[in-house]
T-cell receptor, first 113, second 112 residues
Framework: DVKVTQSSRYLVKRTGEKVFLECVQD?????MFWYRQDPGLGLRLIYF???????EKGDIPEGYSVSREKKERFSLILESASTNQTSMYLC????????????FGQGTRLTVV | LAKTTQPISMDSYEGQEVNITCSHN???????ITWYQQFPSQGPRFIIQ???TKVTNEVASLFIPADRKSSTLSLPRVSLSDTAVYYC?????????????FGTGTRLKVLA
């Protein structure tokens, strides 16, 4: 079974802090994704990576950046956390050409105070 | 951009067939339609995917009409453990850009 592991289930950070959310997958998938999930808004794509060091902006990239130095690891970075970034963050991975058949991690619930 | 619309919630009884419809009027030629299931405190789990007509696997069927502007997830004989939120996703690569649009989800409650 594919395993997508997010480093933290719960995280509390202060406004203005730089925050790193880490995600690792063990199935050698080329594609990796970061989504955020908010009540009433569903899942929204933040960034997508289709290869090491390659990335594409999703629907809501503002305030976020990503890093993919190794195939198995995809990091989401909040350069200066703000309260409106309080959310559930979900990482996913998939095979190439199967972007919509993704495997998700358990999520990281981030609270910015 | 393909926006998706789903009912907010549905109730059903054990043993019944449940059909959840997703509307996606602006679906692009390259877009696939995918459905996910999500339990509380877990990430979404892939259920089924299709492009057109009908797709069936061991857990569900997906019906897509010829115009592809909607799709229906069909869950046969639901049980209490099927209580979850179901998301419709429309996405693919259009003009060199990847776009994935999740619906806001349908909360299915299965009653005994």
């Amino acid at each position: 079974d594919v395993k997508v592991t997010q480093s933290s289930r719960y995280l509390v950070k202060r406004t203005g802090e730089k925050v790193f959310l880490e995600c690792v997958q063990d199935m050698d998938h080329e594609n990796m994704f970061w989504y955020r999930q908010d009540p009433g808004l569903g899942l929204r794509l933040i960034y997508f990576s289709y290869d090491v060091k390659m990335k594409e902006k999703g629907d809501i990239p503002e305030g976020y950046s990503v890093s993919r130095e190794k195939k198995e690891r995809f990091s989401l970075i909040l350069e200066s956390a703000s309260t409106n970034q309080t959310s559930m963050y979900l990482c996913a991975s998939s095979l190439p050409d199967r972007n919509t058949e993704a495997f998700f991690g358990q999520g990281t619930r981030l609270t910015v105070v | 951009l393909a926006k998706t619309t789903q009912p907010i919630s549905m109730d059903s009884y054990e043993g019944q067939e449940v059909n959840i419809t997703c509307s996606h009027n602006n679906i692009a030629t390259n877009d696939y339609i995918t459905w996910y299931q999500q339990f509380p405190s877990q990430g979404p789990r892939f259920i089924i995917q299709g492009y057109k007509t009908k797709v069936t696997n061991e857990v569900a069927s997906l019906f897509i009409p010829a115009d592809r502007k909607s799709s229906t997830l069909s869950l046969p004989r639901v049980s209490l453990s099927d209580t979850a939120v179901y998301y419709c996703l429309v996405g693919g690569r259009t003009s060199g850009t990847y776009k994935y649009i999740f619906g806001t989800g349908t909360r299915l409650k299965v009653l005994a």
